[in-house]
């Protein structure tokens, strides 16, 4: 790849797992009447009972400095009573005020550590939900990020048991230097024993998550990390960015500074190199930093165009509503987002008084509605079509004129009303999706704000 082309496009910008991104949402008092109003839109505008629930498990027994999300760290296992008897809490006051009876069809656990919980305490969260003691896996997609060293055979078994057909186990990666320098000591060993376990239990996709451009990180050492995620053949692998956040509170990185991660062309070909073993291997590439077996469900969505990203990252399972349930949990409506509470203490403090313990959030205007699909749609499948039927032709031409220079450099194509991302600009499609988006300045300076787009 190009390296004036790197350096040129590595700039800080949004990953887009949300359109208007969540520093411009503008509704800081959101509240628990507006948004269900949006809830209502959604129903009446989709005409669907069909719902995903994201649940937001925050305890983690050790912090691993290299981490952006929301957790509260503790080896405190008393917590996992009352944050689960809050978010069966949380699902009542949905219930109750939900315009329709749901019909979940995706559901995720993420973290934090899910398996930090017990599986009992798990399992009286999905059957409480559910109303069941299994569910048909067949209709409902269950999945759960599990943690190598405390994903015990009793989660799998149980957890398996109710419906749940898959997990993500949290990798990393595998060299003991980097482990160190991100603080997150896991061998080779226990993650072939938990994975191996799943497999023999019946799990039907496991996928490995890894990360590139992590502090100390070497070319050797992705080598030897996607040598050995391919000996377990994973059915997808999530081969993540590192995020550069430091400034972001409560994220805990620290302990490395940025003299010890790869540069930009350094960290690209950490990318590349990792990609070109896949794909020898079968994997094929699927969205910005996804590769799957050609058999799991996520290359079959990609093949029929059936991808959705949403704040889970890429799904397969498209419904129009998303809620999320527990502390930091993010819900969208399609015409609204709202975000919970970001302490445990306030979360369960609002759940108490018999509030939807939204923090803030953001009501979509038409335009913003417009720009989302497109965003979408060149995150998804590398390609969109402006709607000849909108009310925002100008700002359609504006679009076209600010892509030019990426045109130019032989990113993207244009033609008519069709803007195509090529193959050698896969890598910069957040730099694409930037200048769709409303709330930028042409060549706004984002750091601070974001991590950078290679
Ligand atoms: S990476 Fe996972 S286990 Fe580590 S601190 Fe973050 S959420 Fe917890």
Known sequence: MDKNIIEKYNVAGPRYTSYPTVPFWRNDQLNENEWLKTIQKNYSF?????????????YCESLCTFCGCHKRITKNHSVEKPYI???????????????FSPIIREMHFGGGTPTFFKADELIRLVSTIFNANQINSDFVELSFEAHPNNTTNDHLTKLFHFGFRRLSLGIQDYSPVVQKAIHRIQSFEQVKKVHES???IGYKSISHDLVFGLPKQTLNDIIDTVTKTIELKPDRISL???????????????????SDLPKSEEKRALYETAKTMLESSGYMEIGMDHFALAHDDLAIAFNAKNLHRNFMGYTTQKTDLMIGLGMSSISDSWF???QNEKTVEAY???????????????ILSDLDVEIRAYILDLMCHFKMTFDQNSKFKEVHERIKNQLQEMVDDGLVTIENNTVSVTSIGIPFVRNCCMIFDQDLEPNQKLERMFSQTI
């Open 348 to 362: 369960i403090n609002q759940i108490e008084k018999g509030i939807i313990p939204i923090f803030r959030g953001h």
């Open 85 to 99: 008897d809050a978010l069966i809490k949380e699902w009542k006051l949905y219930i109750d005020n939900l315009p």
């Open 240 to 258: 993540y960015s590192y995020a550069h956040v430091p400034w972001i509170k409560g994220t805990g990185q620290r302990g490395y500074d940025e």
């Open 46 to 58: 989709f005409k669907s009972s069909d719902i995903s629930v994201y649940i937001h498990l925050p």
């Open 336 to 338: 609204g987002f709202a």
């Open 198 to 200: 799943a497999k023999k």
